[in-house]
């Protein structure tokens, strides 16, 4: 049977209205983490339509902690943007007003990424004097309370899932000034200990042990903002034969050391007691 021109074109619109109405009805428009920042677990959404991070309760299990970051990252997944997890340190001293405390752990999910490692990062925090502790991107990293706890909160982390294959580690007051990269296939306790010692001789230096993320994680010992006499010193005792058992055999620990002149900017090198590969 043949329709009339106008009924058919009625007809075929219906048709189409119909199977968009079909097409669209299993898609959700409901943001995501309407129900995510209401879940018991959680301290702050921020900013709350939309957020970029979500703080949980300090108080919160591991393994209500481990379940809810399951659900976000489905979430991550859904919206194709990154989020980071943390939870505050109540014990946290605020050194700046200016500047917010270090969170206990933050741990960063990434679209089609997974939050498997999350239980890493809840345990690694939960180590006594541990704080700071962030996953997610490069390194893992934790904050000593001073100098004096670095050595010990690397021993205590090296013993955790996150920290095993190494870490960074920092100091809040020396933040802009100290940073130590521990890769415990290339470098000893010694090393570390001699690290923290330059660190403690010359307070004014910019103080990093570096390691690359990717490919051989062989770190580099740098010193900056030294006086030529420092460097000069520095360098000599860094070669000293007693400092070789700062790196493990075969991997020469590497040392730079700058320093500024009339003449500009020099610099010395080395490697802790004068080894070669």
């Not at 379940?67 to 990252?73: H, I, L, P, S, T």
């Not at 004014?204 to 903002?225: C, I, K, R, S, W």
């Amino acid at each position: 049977m043949r329709l009339p021109l106008r009924r058919a074109t009625v007809v075929l619109c219906a048709g189409l209205v119909l199977a968009m109405a079909g097409c669209t009805s299993g898609e959700s428009t409901e943001n995501p983490y309407a129900a995510l920042c209401a879940d018991p677990v959680v301290a702050a959404c921020d900013p709350a339509e939309g957020p970029l991070s979500i703080t949980v309760d300090a108080g919160a299990s591991s393994d209500d902690v481990v379940r809810f970051a399951g659900r976000v990252q489905d979430a991550v997944n859904q919206t194709k943007r990154g989020l980071t997890l943390r939870a505050d340190d109540p014990s946290a001293v605020q050194l700046d007003p200016e500047v917010s405390t270090t969170p206990k752990w933050q741990y960063t999910l990434q679209p089609e990424g997974t939050a498997d490692a999350l239980a890493g990062v809840l345990e690694a925090a939960a180590v006594p004097g541990a704080s700071g502790v962030f996953a997610g991107l490069g390194w893992p990293s934790a904050e000593a309370a001073t100098l004096d706890d670095v050595e010990p909160l690397i021993t205590a982390l090296s013993s955790t899932s996150l920290f095993a294959d190494g870490g960074t580690f920092t100091v809040p007051s020396l933040r802009e000034h100290f940073r130590l990269v521990y890769v415990p296939a290339f470098t000893t306790m010694d090393g570390v200990r001699e690290v923290v010692s330059v660190a403690r001789d010359y307070p004014d230096a910019e103080v990093l042990l570096e390691a690359p993320t990717a490919g051989p994680n062989q770190p580099t010992f740098y010193v900056a903002h030294l006086t030529p006499d420092e460097a000069t010193r520095l360098a000599a005792r860094l070669s000293a034969p007693e400092m070789a058992a700062a790196s493990v055999p075969g991997a020469p620990l590497e040392f730079v050391l700058t320093s500024l002149s009339e003449q500009g900017t020099d610099s010395l090198t080395g490697t802790f007691g004068g080894v070669t590969g």
